[in-house]
């Protein structure tokens, strides 16, 4: 079965609850038999488009089609100088020609509709300004972990940003309790808290979006948080710095979560910014679980969109 609506996964409205469940499923079957999987993708090639630095999406993405039997090329902005040595769509026509499947890390979440819209092969968001899907399925890959399949409370704290859009998307979309603790004026987009409230309508989820961390954060399961700024955002790091204090995740914010709270963050964190080295280190913290079901959530992901499984 294909996991995906349409050819291209761009956002986490690409999958449905059901598509979405079964990527999980076969993420955590993967990760318990990965030889059962090694040679699914042989033949196939992947094109990676990145615009913007990565350590896990890249490596994941890179050595996930490896063990599944394919290979990937990395394509980094300096070589492709996709939009100034030539065009999204004809880096996305070339690519058709030689390829199976397009992995981009963009700037802009509309360089990826532009290659989506000319790519006959299937496009997938390794992030952009907007989303960063392949990111959520791991999240919930780990949050799963935790604490089966039961729909508990996850609160994402600080910057409503592509991390927070997927996370809240993903949330609502599987039947959890999502709450978001942001500054004002850095909320998720309306049109991010429109689409979570009406996929929470129909999954039984909720969507409570705040300014008080603390309410926020009392007796969630999760805590959960992102850097304040975000690449391609540098030049208002200080500014940010200045409005986000208060939501920092500390030992202080953990105290008023559930006693069996995760923490969670995507990384890569800057420790002392948006949360504390202690919380990192701390027996609540499942960020190295986050970042190890990027390979076995991506490689689900792959095995769906490419494969015969
Ligand atoms: N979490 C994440 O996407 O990390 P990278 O930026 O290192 O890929
Ligand atoms: N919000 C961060 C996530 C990095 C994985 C960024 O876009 O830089």
Redesign the pocket.
């Known amino acids: 079965m294909n996991a995906l609506s349409g050819k291209d996964l761009l956002s986490i409205l690409d999958l449905t609850p059901e598509s979405a469940g079964d990527l999980l499923d076969l993420a955590d079957q993967v990760k318990g038999t990965p030889r059962a999987f090694s040679t699914a993708l042989s033949g196939k090639v992947m094109a990676m488009i990145f615009e913007k630095p990565s350590l896990r999406t890249r490596v994941t993405f890179e050595s996930g089609m490896f063990s599944l039997g394919g290979m990937a090329i990395y394509l980094s902005q300096d070589q492709v100088r996709m939009g100034d040595r030539e065009p999204d769509y004809d880096v996305a026509r070339n690519l058709t020609r030689w390829v199976q499947i397009i992995v981009a890390r963009t700037y802009s979440h509309q360089t990826l509709l532009d290659l989506a819209q000319e790519a006959t092969i299937p496009v997938i968001n390794a992030?952009s300004?907007w989303e960063?899907p392949c990111?959520a399925l791991a999240d919930f890959q780990t949050i799963r972990e935790s604490f089966g399949k039961s729909k508990v409370t996850v609160t994402f704290v600080g910057d409503g940003?592509?991390?927070c859009h997927s996370l809240l998307l993903l949330g609502v979309m599987l039947g959890y309790r999502m709450r978001v603790a942001c500054p004002k004026g850095y909320e998720p987009r309306h049109e991010i808290v429109r689409q979570a409230q009406s996929l929470a309508e129909a999954s039984g989820g909720s969507v409570t979006i705040g300014h008080d961390p603390c309410a926020l954060a009392k007796d969630s399961q999760v805590l959960y948080t992102?850097?304040w700024t975000?690449?391609g955002q540098e030049k208002e790091h200080e500014k940010r710095l200045r409005d986000f204090q208060g939501f920092q995740l500390n030992r202080e914010l953990l105290a008023l979560a559930a006693p069996e709270a995760r923490v969670m963050h995507?990384?890569?964190a800057h420790r002392g910014e948006e949360i504390t080295d202690d919380i990192i280190e701390s027996e609540a913290s499942v960020l190295y679980d986050q970042a190890e079901n990027r390979l076995h959530s991506q490689k689900a992901l792959l095995l769906r969109v490419l494969g015969e499984v």
């Open positions: 992030l300004d960063h990111q940003n592509n991390v992102d850097v975000s690449m995507c990384l890569p």
